[in-house]
């Protein structure tokens, strides 16, 4: 299962059967910060087998890119690019040809990031968002919390991973800190909250329907702030198929792991309703 490697945070998997059958022509996957190269492969395995006519393409999110956003922005803009040349043929279909899965807060950071650079891609001035798309949300969206923060770039490190761990855990506090001073005593932006309002703007988002994946063993986003984001969705008019609660056993990102068939008995459920 090779990929095409576009740029160092973009990979592209070619389609394994060409023949549509009521399937995205384009998933995209924003996996979470530190997740693994076999984390992202049972997805990748998972939605070749549910859509195997369907191109996908990972968009990661490394610390990097965090601590310094022209970077991001560099090796994330060829994932824009590549968006926009698989989906140009489809422009003014009345049905979405994309589906959008997001991963915890800096997944849905990384799409925020490309949806941006898609807008300033293209020549057409008023082609300023991703094409129409379904979206699932894991995970996301939440705020700026301490702790949640400091367990998110802590979260993925093995426990007997002790050097790493004595690197991280006060670079994680201390980044944690930088963002509290920086929203708290200058008055600072919370990029996370910006991230979640800009998921919920009709005038950002080019959106058919979504669904959200969480769970109440979620130590990085809480439950309630999952709820929060779905019903404010509902108020603003997006249309939610289903905000599904895996449980308070199920833990950040874990959700497949917790109910795999009703997992992606929900992405499914999720494409279908975005093709009525």
């Known amino acids: 299962m090779k990929a095409l490697r576009i740029s160092p945070a973009a990979s592209l998997y070619s389609p394994t059967n060409c023949t549509p059958q009521n399937a995205p022509k384009l998933i995209v996957l924003a996996p979470w910060i530190f997740a693994h190269e076999s984390h992202i492969a049972k997805y990748v395995e998972r939605y070749r ?4 006519s369907a191109s996908i393409l990972v968009i990661r999110c490394f610390l990097r890119h965090l601590l310094w956003l022209p970077t991001g922005r560099a090796e994330l803009a060829p994932a824009a690019t590549t968006i926009r040349s698989i989906l140009d043929g489809s422009k003014g279909q009345p049905k979405p ?6 991963f915890s ?4 950071g ?18 300023t968002r991703l094409p129409l798309h379904a979206t699932i949300f894991d995970s996301t969206p939440g705020r700026y919390d301490y702790w949640a923060v400091v367990s998110a770039l802590l ?15 006060p670079l994680a506090h201390l980044l944690s800190l930088g963002i509290w001073t920086w929203c708290n005593v200058l008055g600072g932006e919370d990029w996370v909250l910006r991230w979640g309002q800009a998921a919920n703007n009709p005038a950002q988002i080019r959106e058919t329907c979504r669904s959200y994946a969480y769970g109440r063993a979620d130590a990085l986003v809480r439950a309630q702030w999952v709820e929060a984001h779905a019903a404010k969705a509902t108020e603003l008019g997006f249309r939610v198929v289903e905000l599904a609660d895996f449980g308070p056993e199920s833990a950040h990102v874990a959700h497949s792991r917790s109910d795999a068939v009703r997992y992606w008995n929900l992405v ?8 009525l």
């Open 110 to 127: 990384t799409a925020w990031q490309v949806n941006n650079l898609y807008g300033k891609d293209g020549a057409d001035k008023d082609d």
């Open 155 to 169: 979260f993925g490190i093995p426990s007997g991973a002790l050097l790493m761990r004595l690197v991280m855990v």
């Open 105 to 108: 807060n800096s997944g849905l």
């Open 97 to 102: 040809q994309m589906l959008l899965h997001v």
């Open 268 to 275: 499914a459920k999720t494409w279908d309703a975005a093709l």
């Open 49 to 52: 087998a549910l859509y195997p």
